[in-house]
């Protein structure tokens, strides 16, 4: 049987892809070896936020003299079971009603790993040992974590971001690889959680990628927080429960995550053939095309469900692929939210204007009891070219920027709308007026 659309691999990108295609009345069919929702619903995105939300409650717990009540004399004991029911509970819903959603909307679904065999330049599909054709086939195999050759995976004491959520119970001593999103969210949720926490980086600063002045202030939240950190190291040996680092330093750890970043996943191709993916998510292959994780070096949720829907409009609507500024996010308290250029990437800074505001200037986050962080935005001839910023609710302030960006609005067209008083989000124009 022939189908207009074959997806392999039910991710964020494969998901949009095959709601955009159930719209146009295309017939399609999906593969996904593991479980609907890819990395994101299933070992990524939510389990790990639901556990981050669990986590920050009781962190919450400790802070109630601040908010004017008193300490209860038998203070609250966590139970991570529970915490862990509550994510698997979460992503299990999420998952039946996707699978339901597509079944009822004629949508085939194949449980099996999906190969390519290509022939005079066009792919079908081998599943199961079935064959499958399709007019255009979709790759959204998304990635993996990366692994380090010198401390290679073993699920029990040496973790990836996947197998960090398997765990029953956590262990008091914790060492943490890398200092990007999973590294840092993970560190915030051990440490709210009265964990001993140590992250090794190897670049000259944590969250390598952020703008500078974000890297500081998120080491000077991690020293707030007791979480300790090397910086411009590596971990060479993993003994005994002992890590050394190159200089010789010895860490005492009952873990170690390793979360230096992922790789791309792509399905196996039968014969001598490799695979090549171009900028447009077209291939080698005519009848094949990549999306996400696969084609993306920001593998990020949001950017393959963006690229998704691009690569559909191109195909079916004759629409031009279209760029746009993308967030990117690390959760947490507070919240880190950037976009687009970071003050690092200027090169003639006499052609930028950087407007910035410490969050002690909002009377929200005295209320809150939320004063740790800033909003930074980088402008260019009236127009914003990036922001960065740190604060509560800066996931949702951070896609006021990106709008104005998309729609081309000027500073003044921003300092000229109204925002409601007192909140987070009028920070964005208080940024903006502070000359």
Same mark, same amino acid.
């Given at each position: 049987? *022939?189908?207009?659309?074959?997806?392999?691999?039910?991710?964020?990108?494969?998901?949009?892809?095959?709601? !955009?295609?159930?719209?146009?009345?295309?017939?399609?069919?999906?593969?996904?070896?593991?479980?609907?929702?890819?990395?994101?619903?299933?070992?990524? &995105?939510?389990?790990?936020?639901?556990?981050?939300?669990?986590?920050?409650?009781?962190?919450?717990?400790?802070?109630?003299?601040?908010?004017?009540?008193?300490?209860?004399?038998?203070?609250?004991?966590? =139970?991570?079971?529970?915490? &862990?029911?509550?994510?698997?509970?979460?992503?299990?819903?999420?998952?039946? %009603?996707?699978?339901?959603?597509?079944?009822?909307?004629?949508?085939?679904?194949?449980?099996?790993?999906?190969?390519?065999?290509? *022939?005079?330049?066009?792919?079908?599909?081998?599943?199961?040992? *079935?064959?499958?054709?399709?007019?255009?086939?979709?790759?959204?195999?998304?990635?993996?974590?990366?692994?380090?050759?010198?401390?290679?995976?073993?699920?029990?004491?040496?973790?990836?971001?996947?197998?960090?959520?398997?765990?029953?119970?956590?262990?008091?001593?914790?060492?943490?690889?890398? =200092?990007?999103?999973?590294?840092?969210?993970?560190?915030?949720?051990?440490?709210?959680?009265?964990?001993?926490?140590?992250?090794?980086?190897?670049?000259?600063?944590?969250?390598?990628?952020?703008?500078?002045?974000?890297?500081?202030?998120? $080491?000077?939240?991690?020293?707030?927080?007791?979480?300790?950190?090397?910086?411009?190291?590596?971990?060479?040996?993993?003994?005994?429960?002992?890590?050394?680092?190159?200089?010789?330093?010895?860490?005492? =750890?009952?873990?170690?995550?390793?979360?230096?970043?992922?790789? %791309?996943?792509?399905?196996?191709?039968?014969?001598?053939?490799?695979?090549?993916?171009? !900028?447009?998510?077209?291939?080698?292959?005519?009848?094949?095309?990549?999306?996400?994780?696969?084609?993306?070096?920001? !593998?990020?949720?949001?950017?393959?469900?963006?690229?998704? !829907? =691009?690569?559909?409009?191109?195909?079916?609507?004759?629409?031009?692929?279209?760029?746009?500024?993308?967030?990117?996010?690390?959760?947490?308290?507070? $919240?880190?939210?950037?976009?687009?250029?970071? $003050?690092?990437?200027?090169?003639?800074?006499?052609?930028?204007?950087?407007?910035?505001?410490?969050?002690?200037?909002?009377?929200?986050?005295? &209320?809150?009891?939320?004063?740790?962080?800033?909003?930074?935005?980088?402008?260019?001839?009236?127009?914003?070219?990036? %922001?960065?910023?740190?604060?509560?609710?800066?996931?949702?302030?951070?896609?006021?920027?990106?709008?104005?960006?998309?729609?081309?609005?000027?500073?003044?067209?921003?300092?000229?709308?109204?925002?409601?008083?007192?909140?987070?989000? *009028?920070?964005?124009?208080?940024?903006?007026?502070?000359?």
């Amino acid at each position: 049987m *022939e189908y207009d659309v074959a997806v392999i691999g039910l991710g964020p990108a494969g998901l949009e892809f095959v709601k !955009k295609s159930i719209k146009s009345g295309l017939k399609i069919i999906a593969f996904e070896k593991t479980s609907i929702g890819g990395t994101c619903l299933n070992v990524g &995105c939510i389990p790990t936020k639901t556990i981050l939300s669990c986590s920050e409650v009781f962190l919450k717990l400790k802070e109630l003299d601040k908010f004017g009540i008193n300490k209860l004399e038998d203070f609250p004991q966590y =139970s991570y079971e529970k915490m &862990c029911l509550k994510k698997d509970s979460i992503v299990e819903k999420f998952t039946k %009603a996707l699978k339901k959603d597509f079944k009822s909307k004629g949508v085939t679904i194949i449980e099996g790993e999906a190969a390519l065999s290509v *022939e005079n330049g066009f792919a079908k599909i081998i599943s199961n040992g *079935e064959e499958y054709f399709a007019q255009k086939i979709i790759i959204s195999t998304g990635s993996k974590p990366y692994e380090l050759k010198n401390l290679p995976f073993n699920q029990k004491d040496i973790l990836n971001s996947d197998d960090v959520l398997k765990l029953k119970e956590i262990p008091q001593n914790i060492l943490i690889i890398g =200092s990007g999103a999973i590294g840092l969210e993970w560190a915030q949720i051990f440490s709210n959680l009265d964990k001993n926490v140590v992250i090794v980086e190897k670049a000259d600063r944590l969250s390598p990628q952020s703008d500078f002045e974000v890297s500081q202030r998120i $080491e000077r939240i991690l020293k707030t927080r007791k979480i300790k950190f090397f910086k411009n190291s590596e971990v060479k040996s993993y003994e005994n429960k002992v890590a050394t680092l190159i200089d010789g330093t010895q860490i005492p =750890s009952d873990i170690i995550l390793v979360a230096v970043g992922r790789s %791309a996943l792509l399905p196996n191709i039968e014969g001598d053939f490799e695979i090549q993916i171009n !900028k447009d998510y077209t291939t080698n292959i005519k009848n094949v095309y990549a999306i996400g994780d696969t084609q993306s070096s920001a !593998k990020l949720a949001h950017i393959a469900s963006y690229q998704a !829907k =691009s690569l559909f409009d191109s195909l079916y609507n004759s629409k031009k692929i279209a760029d746009s500024p993308y967030p990117a996010i690390i959760y947490g308290n507070p $919240e880190i939210a950037s976009c687009a250029m970071r $003050e690092d990437d200027i090169v003639n800074p006499e052609e930028y204007k950087i407007f910035k505001l410490p969050l002690t200037f909002l009377p929200k986050a005295w &209320c809150d009891n939320k004063i740790e962080g800033f909003i930074k935005i980088i402008t260019k001839e009236g127009k914003i070219k990036g %922001a960065h910023i740190i604060a509560p609710e800066a996931s949702s302030l951070i896609m006021q920027i990106i709008i104005a960006m998309k729609g081309n609005l000027s500073i003044e067209d921003i300092k000229d709308t109204i925002f409601a008083h007192p909140t987070y989000s *009028e920070g964005i124009l208080e940024a903006l007026n502070n000359d």
